[in-house]
């Protein structure tokens, strides 16, 4: 399995757009900024649509952009994603937007360029379903939701 992939990427607000970078070399997902003209608070409860003023060109219908929330935000302010995961398809060329939730009891300050969430690159698997009357036998069975324990 190839370490990269070649993603297309244009600038779609502004030539002086800083492009997404991973934070670390074992990063797994780039961090997506605000492109936003000025900030922009974020109540309680509230969801907002923020845009990174980036669209990207996937290689192949076989990989996929998933957009996530970035922790630091979600354990200090509660911030997360609308969504839970963005899913950016592979024949999408329009501009990546964040559905962010401000799920905490504070209003927070989302300012321009801030790092507001994270795209991971992963491989896409399309799915031939096969009917069948009975499925195979496994120790844990039909059990779900912490039938493993806590």
Same mark, same amino acid.
């Given at each position: 399995?190839?370490?990269?992939?070649?993603?297309?990427?244009?600038?779609?607000?502004?030539?002086?757009?800083?492009?997404?970078?991973?934070?670390?070399? @074992?990063? @797994? +997902?780039?961090?997506?900024?605000?492109? %936003?003209?000025?900030?922009?608070?974020? =109540?309680?409860?509230?969801?907002?649509?923020?845009?990174? +003023?980036?669209?990207?060109?996937?290689?192949?219908?076989?990989?996929? @952009?998933?957009?996530? @929330?970035?922790?630091?935000?979600? =354990?200090?302010?509660?911030?997360?994603?609308? =969504?839970?995961?963005?899913?950016?398809?592979?024949?999408?060329?329009?501009?990546?937007?964040? %559905?962010?939730?401000?799920?905490?009891?504070?209003?927070?300050?989302? =300012?321009?360029?801030?790092?507001?969430?994270?795209?991971?690159?992963?491989?896409?698997?399309?799915? %031939?379903?096969?009917?069948?009357?009975? %499925?195979?036998?496994?120790?844990?069975?039909?059990?779900?939701?912490?039938?493993?324990?806590?």
């Amino acid at each position: 399995m190839p370490d990269s992939i070649r993603v297309k990427i244009k600038k779609m607000t502004s030539d002086s757009l800083v492009l997404p970078t991973y934070a670390t070399t @074992a990063s @797994a +997902g780039v961090d997506l900024c605000a492109e %936003l003209k000025s900030p922009l608070i974020l =109540n309680p409860g509230e969801n907002v649509k923020i845009p990174t +003023g980036l669209a990207i060109e996937l290689p192949s219908q076989h990989v996929v @952009a998933l957009v996530f @929330a970035r922790s630091g935000l979600a =354990n200090r302010h509660g911030i997360g994603l609308t =969504n839970g995961v963005g899913v950016i398809d592979s024949d999408y060329r329009g501009e990546i937007q964040i %559905l962010l939730h401000n799920s905490g009891d504070q209003p927070v300050v989302i =300012n321009p360029g801030d790092r507001i969430a994270q795209m991971v690159f992963m491989p896409v698997y399309r799915a %031939l379903f096969e009917e069948v009357t009975e %499925l195979q036998d496994t120790d844990r069975g039909t059990g779900g939701f912490g039938s493993t324990g806590i």
